[in-house]
């Protein structure tokens, strides 16, 4: 439980990409993305509420994601983030480029 | 262009913003007290780990408003807030530079206005250094 909040260094604009997956999926409270993006990496990618959080203005800022209140499972209020029509374009576009990135270091990594 | 619209609506309803933040940052930390808890976790171990959120709440807070409000924009309104609060404090002082500031450009502006020559000796009277 040490380093509970510390993730490993994310290629920039990485984060922005997953919140997108993870809410391609539904609407979200933070607190949930963060558990999602958790249990689905195995543990490995553990991300901090001061990496989240800004992640999320960022995406709102963007137009690329909307908030609302409502009320979560233990009836507290919660804001659930939904992607928008542009914010699901944005995952398509950003994935492409990500797939792109990765088979680059690929290539360079596996020549000599 | 947006974008701009949306921190322009960010910056006229930013006690909101922040309160919705706020809020939300709260929940996010009592969600995570209470997974400590339902995991076992002694006491102790959970202060700190709920105290190591508070630490980022605050760092979460002010990397937030750095994306909505350019953080050179933020230091200009800290900087004018500060130098506004000093010279209401020192009233008196501001009073007086107010007045001799105003003095001066009143009277230059009323030189350079005037072409006559015995006007500008006037004015030499005024301003000595010129």
């Not at chain 1, 990409?17 to 409270?29: C, N, R, W």
């Not at chain 1, 607190?31 to 203005?57: F, N």
């Not at chain 2, 002694?42 to 408003?65: C, H, I, K, M, T």
Request: glycine share 8%; hydrophobic share 45%; with cysteine.
């Amino acid at each position: 439980m040490g380093a509970m909040n510390q993730a490993p260094d994310l290629l920039p604009g990485t984060l922005d990409l997953l919140i997108l997956k993870v809410l391609s999926g539904g609407s979200l409270h933070g607190y949930r993305i963060a558990q999602h993006l958790k249990a689905v990496s195995g543990d490995v990618l553990q991300v901090g509420e001061s990496s989240l959080y800004p992640g999320l203005q960022r995406l709102l800022l963007k137009g690329w994601v909307k908030a609302e209140w409502g009320a979560s499972e233990n009836n507290r209020r919660a804001r659930y983030y939904t992607l928008t029509a542009a914010g699901r374009k944005q995952l398509a576009v950003e994935r492409q480029e990500f797939d792109r990135l990765i088979l680059a270091i690929h290539k360079v990594l596996n020549t000599a | 262009m947006r974008q701009l619209l949306r921190r322009a609506w960010y910056a006229i309803r930013q006690r909101r913003f922040d309160a919705d933040l706020a809020e939300e940052l709260e929940f996010h930390r009592a969600m995570k007290q209470r997974e400590l808890e339902e995991r076992g976790v002694g006491p102790a171990e959970a202060g700190f780990a709920v105290r190591r959120v508070l630490g980022s709440v605050a760092l979460a807070q002010d990397r937030a408003r750095d994306v909505w409000i350019w953080p050179w924009l933020q230091d200009l309104s800290q900087d004018l807030r500060f130098a506004t609060r000093l010279l209401a404090k020192d009233r008196w002082f501001t009073l007086v530079a107010v007045l001799a500031l105003g003095w001066a450009l009143a009277s230059i502006a009323q030189c350079s206005r005037s072409s006559m020559p015995s006007a500008f000796g006037a004015c030499r009277s005024i301003i000595p250094a010129v």
